[in-house]
């Protein structure tokens, strides 16, 4: 991201048209934090206030609050800017605890984990 | 340079960056850096039901190392343009 003139800002890939507002960011790992945007560097490191994980479990929902972020740039996939006006989810989604979304955490993962083991059990077959 | 100059010759076009995370995103081109960094607007994400946390974005900002494809229409390439720009890349490179 090269620095622009004031009037670039419109027109360039700076994140600097996305200061001070609310977004969504994606990481490498699959996390989805959202927060407002204070400060960015050309490796798209930045400082994120009032951060929070949102964690989906199928079609419950949980907001995390994690206080002022700095993230790296290189674990940043995209930078959303979230439009006020609209839903940030659909409708058929519940927002349940942070307690209950840790449970639908953890039964997913043990579901993904007997698959690859039931898969494992099976591999001996060799089906072509 | 080539495909940063190529990639301005080509904002305000329709595309469909597919990440390597597999998220494939719609939009129009908005503008590209040295890095290939992308920014889009007016997206709408490829399978929307699979990625609800992306309802409500529709301006957004693709660092370049996670970009796998970015797929344009086939009148968005001048081939022999291309060709010439890309030979001479490789004769002063």
């Known amino acids: ?9 419109f027109l360039s890939t700076s994140l600097a048209s996305y200061l001070d507002k609310k977004l969504l960011v994606l990481l490498r790992d699959g996390r989805k934090l959202m927060g407002i945007l204070r400060s960015f560097d050309q490796f798209a490191n930045v ?8 964690v989906i479990v199928g ?3 949980c907001d995390i609050p994690l206080g002022l972020y700095v993230i790296r740039g290189e674990n940043v996939v995209l930078i959303g800017e979230l439009d006020l006006e609209r839903e940030e989810l659909p409708p058929h989604m519940t927002r349940v ?16 984990d007997l698959k690859g083991s039931m898969r494992k059990r099976m591999e001996f077959l060799d089906f072509d | 340079m ?10 305000g076009r329709e595309v469909t960056v597919e990440l390597k995370n597999d998220l494939a995103i719609r939009g129009t081109l908005h503008s590209v850096d040295q890095y290939l960094n992308i920014k889009l ?5 490829v399978d ?3 990625y609800p946390h992306m309802l409500s ?3 957004c900002f693709i660092r370049g190392s996670v970009v796998r494809y970015v797929q344009l229409p086939a009148d968005g390439v001048d081939t022999d343009l291309l060709h010439d720009a890309t030979r001479r890349e490789a004769r002063g490179g």
Do not use: C, H
């Not at chain 1, 991201?1 to 800002?9: L, Q, R, V």
């Not at chain 1, 400082?47 to 949102?54: D, G, N, Y």
């Open chain 2, 57 to 59: 974005v529709r301006n």
């Open chain 2, 48 to 50: 929307q039901d699979k």
């Open chain 1, 1 to 9: 991201m090269s620095w622009a003139g004031p009037e670039d800002i």
């Open chain 1, 97 to 112: 605890s942070s307690e209950e979304i840790k449970r639908a955490q953890k039964a997913e993962k043990d579901a993904t």
């Open chain 2, 41 to 45: 607007e007016n997206t709408r994400v």
């Open chain 2, 2 to 11: 080539l495909f940063f100059s190529y990639f301005k010759d080509l904002v």
């Open chain 1, 59 to 61: 079609d419950l929902y």
């Open chain 1, 47 to 54: 400082v994120l206030e009032s951060a929070s994980e949102r």
